[in-house]
């Protein structure tokens, strides 16, 4: 790493540099002014969200590669494992539904004329 | 398509323009909204991406996620060169530039206090990690290696723990004493969770994760004093990260000035946004 003859010069996103997306992640996420916005987000899932991300986020190839893939089927991590998770349940409620309408016939929900 | 305004930062008007092509999140160039003597620094977004709905589904997605936080990193980190921004956190997000100034409005103590305690002032970002134990020699003898019997295989067992926590102590010490040099040169100190560098990518264990305020004028100064303390130590890595807008001590306005005098006093972390100490890495 050189030491910058002038004021400012960026280290990160340099050549040498420290800065992994797990450091940028750590300043945008949980640093910086918390303003409420028109756009409502939750917070605290954000910051129980990073907890997670931390672990995860600097390279999630290089987990993988280490075989650590706990997040793909987290529903609060993974959009497909919560769609999966959805699909799932789904499918149970529908069964279920189903075995409610073969025990009592007359109860089944009918079209209306 | 319904458009918002995302925020990226509050600045103190200033006379170097901008970069023409700076964009931010979304790809849309960064522009300047001035109201009651700030700057505030948008852009606009699509609702579609940016509504809490589908926000809460992006932020749980890593690309998404990655590509928005640099976006707003590089707005921010292009603000920096010409001013003190007052980075805001990721996604925030008004319906109008209307709400926009009436935040302002109501912010706008909280927001000159601020700018003015970090005027002047940027982060840099100094992490030490313990370098992976080195493999065993391989000229070392097979022999040597396998125990003889069960004593041995625990003596040796023990020997080798014994080794990996002197090696994490002098890592320790290392960190305290560096952290301790440079909070001398610095106005405020945070530390950070160490971050978790078996899957970060980043070889060796974090044993120090610390943000300083360092006024631009000695900034060369604190680097060079990182940068001289690399070799000091073997099986040490120190690495540098900066210098960033203050983000670190962006938080609560609250608290901010006993942080300041605390930390650079004692080096002890006093702010609410505690991450551990050194040493909690493993």
């Known amino acids: 790493m050189t030491t910058p003859n002038r004021f400012p010069e960026p280290y990160y996103g340099g050549q040498g540099s420290g800065a992994n997306l797990a450091d940028i992640l750590e300043r945008v996420l949980d640093k910086g002014v918390v303003i409420a916005g028109d756009i409502r987000i939750n917070l605290l899932d954000i910051e129980l969200l990073t907890v997670k991300l931390r ?52 109860r089944a929900p009918k079209e209306a004329p | ?7 990226y930062a509050v600045c103190r008007p200033f006379r170097t323009p901008l970069q023409a092509q700076l964009t931010g ?32 589904a992006h932020l749980e997605d890593l690309d998404w996620l990655a590509a928005t936080a640099r976006a707003h990193q ?40 601020l700018l003015d305690r970090l ?4 982060e840099w970002g100094v992490k030490v990690y313990l370098e992976p134990e080195p493999e065993p020699a391989e000229a070392e003898p097979v022999a040597a290696a396998r125990p003889a019997s069960g004593r041995d295989y625990l003596r040796s067992r023990r020997e080798r723990s014994h080794a990996q926590e002197e090696r994490w102590q002098r890592a320790e010490r290392f960190a305290h004493s560096l952290h301790g040099r440079l909070a001398e040169r610095a106005e405020d100190v945070r530390l ?11 070889p060796g264990q974090n044993v120090l994760n610390a943000a300083y305020l360092v006024p631009r004028a000695h900034s060369e100064e604190f680097v060079e004093l990182v940068d001289r303390t690399k070799d000091e130590a073997p099986g040490i ?19 901010a000035q006993d942080g300041a005098e605390a930390g650079a006093e004692s080096g002890v972390h006093t702010g ?9 890495g493993r």
């Open chain 2, 74 to 113: 590089g707005v921010v980190d292009a603000l920096t060169t010409v001013t003190t921004p007052l980075p805001l956190r990721l996604a925030t997000v008004f319906r109008d530039d209307s709400a926009l100034r009436s935040m302002i409005e109501a912010r706008e103590d909280d927001f000159r206090r």
């Open chain 1, 55 to 106: 672990l995860i986020v600097a390279s999630v190839d290089k987990a993988k590669e280490m075989g650590i893939d706990w997040w793909e089927t987290d529903p609060a991590l993974s959009s497909r494992a919560r769609r999966d998770e959805l699909a799932r349940e789904n499918a149970e409620l529908r069964e279920r539904l189903a075995r409610l309408e073969e025990l009592e016939p007359g």
């Open chain 2, 272 to 280: 609410a946004e505690s991450g551990e100490g050194p040493g909690v």
């Open chain 2, 119 to 122: 005027d002047g002032r940027v």
């Open chain 2, 237 to 255: 890595r120190v690495e540098l990260t900066g210098p960033w807008a203050a983000y670190s001590f962006s938080g609560e306005a609250s608290g």
């Open chain 2, 1 to 7: 398509m319904t458009r918002l305004r995302y925020v």
């Open chain 2, 25 to 56: 999140v979304a790809g849309a160039p960064a522009a300047l909204l001035h109201h009651h003597g700030l700057v505030a620094v948008v852009s606009t977004v699509p609702e579609a991406d940016f509504c809490e709905e589908a926000l809460k």
């Open chain 2, 192 to 202: 950070h969770r160490p971050q978790n560098s078996a899957i970060s990518g980043t």
